[in-house]
Every structure is written in C-alpha cells, then in structure tokens.
C-alpha cells in the first residue's frame, strides 16, 4: 500500500517533516515559515552534558518542540504517540498506512542505512515520514534526502526503538485536524516574540550569553584540556552549527528566509531589512567555522589563535544582542 | 549567503552521492534554495570527529589485548557508544556496565547478560566471547 504522499527536500528534519505533512493536508506552508512560527532560532550551551565526548551545544530547542509550538499557534491538532511495545507500534503505523494516513516518525539515526557510514551517530531527534509499505519494505521520505527512499521491516523498527538521550520510543505522529482559515499574521508575531525572547534569555547558558559563554570557555580551552581536546571540542562546535538540518550558519539562513516571508504577509518593511541584516550574521557564522577549522586543521599550538575565534564569536554575540533588540522593537 | 557562493566541495556526502540543501539569497536579494555537496569546513570538522572515535576504538583493541579491558569495551567503541547509550541499549545500570569492562568479571557473565551485549552490537555471543585481537 502506499499513499499519495509528494516528498519535497528540506534542510531541517523536522521543519520538513511538518511542512510536509501540512502540505499533503491541504495547507501549504514552506520550511522557514514552519521555523519561524515554530520559533526554531535557539542557542543553549550545556558543559555539564557531554555528546560524542564533547559538552553539549544546540542551535534549536529540544526535539518535537518547534512543531508543537506551530500546532499551537496555528490551533491544528497533532496526535503524538509513544509505545512501549516494539509490536503494538509496528501495528499502529500499519493501521494509519492502511487508512491513507502519512506518518511522521522520531527516529535514531546510528541504524540509518541510507545515510553515508560517517554521519551515522547515536543522534535520536532525526525525524521522517513513512509513505506507505510493501511487503519487505517501508517506503520513506526522509526530508533532508533528495529523493525518497527505504528502509526493510526490520531496519525502521530498529530506528524507531533506537535507544540514549531523546530515545524516540516509537513516536509516530500526524495532523488530525486543520482549521478551514489559517491567519498566519498572529502566529508569526508569536513566533518572533518567542525566538527574542529566548534569544535575549537573562540565563547565561541561553540566547546571546550563551554564546558570550562558549566563548569565554573557548579562550581556556587550550590551557585548561591541551590543544587535541580543545580541537575536538572546537570541532564539535562547529559540527552543530553546520552540519545537514541547519540549511547553513546555524539556521541563520532558514530565519532570514523567514522573515522575507513574514515581511510580506504581515506588510513589514522593517522585517525586509532585518532579514538582510540576518543575512550578513550568517555570514559571519560561516566565517568563524572556516578560521574555526583551520585552527583544528593546523593543529596549531598557539594561544592566540583561540582568543581570536573567540573575540570573533563575541562579536557576533553583540550583533545577535542588537539585532533581537531591534526585532523586538519592529513586530511590538 | 548567495546563491553562487554555495560551497560546492567534495565530502562525506558527495561520495555517497547525497546533497543538502542550502537558504541562500539571488541576484535580487530574495531567499530561495539550493544544492551544497559539501563544504571543506565541514568536511574538517567532521574527519576531526571521526579520527577522535578511531583513535577510541585502536586504544580499546590494544587494553582488550593486553588483558586489561573485556572486549565490551572495544566493540562499545566501535559502534560509536559511550557507557550512558550502551547501558540503554542492554537494559543495564551504568556501573554494572562498567564493572562487565573487567576481564575476570567479563569471563563470568552468563549468556543471558551476554546476548544483550551482542543483541546491541549486531554481533552473535560467540563474536563477542571469542574476540581476539589479530
């Protein structure tokens, strides 16, 4: 059996899962609007938790959270569910694909045998939709693939009962309602609120002190771990940033993208010129990760090398300050 | 970002023939998308990741040949785990996990404890009981 599902590459997992899914329901709505409205923009530092032997940083909140909060402020209803039974969630999907019923799905990505070997990690906050399913195989569409794909009875259900932080417990979940007209207007202003406010959080490990945070840590870096943990740490840094899901610059670009739209349907000319100014802050993300790896690349031993990225992230840190201030003041 | 500066490089997912896709900006300054097959800087700090877990994974093989680790720990390594995400996958609390890293202890364990481990790593208990170091 299989639905009549259209697959459409995005560069985020889970904003392309839910814009996805939307559209297959009627209501077209592009990856950034998802992103914005969902207030997708984040960034926590989190030294005390350590992933892939290196402390924990994000560019997005927590899994599961950017569609919710779109449910919300659009009033759709998603059904969300979780099993403790490998077998009872094998037959769930099986009853929504029997019912025509796409489904997103939470995912590991470690058991993924359709991505390349060197991006298999213990990661669980992959998302996917599963289109239908023949006899040996689940048909899926992985959104930040180019085409669709698939995966053998044996391999999603592994995948959906991958286990570690964010273990996904077979979550699978699916619109159930959609309202007849959506105002995106109100949901966009929500949205914007939400991101400035996050991203101006007075909790120094959130928003722009977070990033004055990681900074500061970087300039100890060197002395306080030696330079081989310090580049993998760096490394690490710049994985997150931009590895595939951002769209590039730590999901700067998917925002800018978004506030070009939001400029127009809320008739904002301000929104136009703050996301160009967005825009250039990627930008210079991009160019902290490339003097970022020619330091790890160098493996070279110099102090100072260090103090500059990190002087480099600080200003970055006090043009995001500005920039969310501005916002704020633009939408208020 | 512009639409023509969209790094084009070779990487990890070029080989696999796999792209990502990119919010960058056109002529006229308006958001639109398109494909990257990768980006050096990416690429960098990627290998850098990898070689830190290979580096991981030669250690364990050299402690587990030298009698001082059981061989949990090497195939631990190689399928990228740390203790917190093997003691999830076999059900286990982190210390007994870790006390099954002694080899006096590893060489006691029943099979019903050993399936679990090979159940996580793919492997049948043989693998794992019989695992020499060539």
Partial sequence: METNFTHHQSAHCENGVASNLLKHNGLNISEPMVFGIGSGLFFVYLPFLKVNYAPAISYRPMPGIIFNRLAKRLKLKIKRIKFSSESNAAKALDENLKNNIPT???????????????????????????????????????????????????????????????????????????????????????????????????????????????????????????????????????????????????????YAAFLQEASVILGNEKLKELSAEMTLIG???RDFAVNASRIYKNRSTQDDAYNTIANELLAIADKEEMFFKKLKMAIS | MKKEEVPQDESNLSKSNVKELIYATDENGNYTTALSTGWEPKTIALNNSLDEINERIVFAKEEVAKGEMSPITYFMELNRMDIGILASYVGLWQWRVKRHFKPSIFRGLNDKILQKYATAFNISISELKNFKVE
């Fill in chain 1, 104 to 254: 997103g799905l939470q995912v590991g990505v470690f058991n993924l045998t359709y991505f390349p070997d060197e991006y298999r990690f213990h990661f669980n906050a992959h998302n996917l939709v599963v289109y239908g399913k023949t006899n040996t195989h689940y048909l899926i569409s992985d959104p930040v693939m180019e085409n669709v794909t698939k995966l053998t009875h044996e391999e999603l259900n592994k995948v959906r009962f991958a286990k570690g932080a964010f273990a996904p417990r077979g979550q699978m979940y699916y619109p159930i309602q959609i309202p007849q007209n959506i105002d995106l207007k109100p949901a966009i202003i929500k949205g914007i609120k939400n991101t400035c406010r996050d991203m101006l959080a007075p909790v120094p490990i959130i928003g722009v002190r977070g990033i004055r945070f990681v900074a500061n840590r970087i300039k100890k870096w060197p002395i306080k771990h030696g330079t081989k943990k310090a580049n993998h740490y760096l490394a690490q840094i710049v994985r997150m940033q931009e590895e595939i899901g951002t769209g590039g610059g730590g999901f700067r670009f998917i």
């Fill in chain 1, 283 to 285: 930008d210079t993300w």
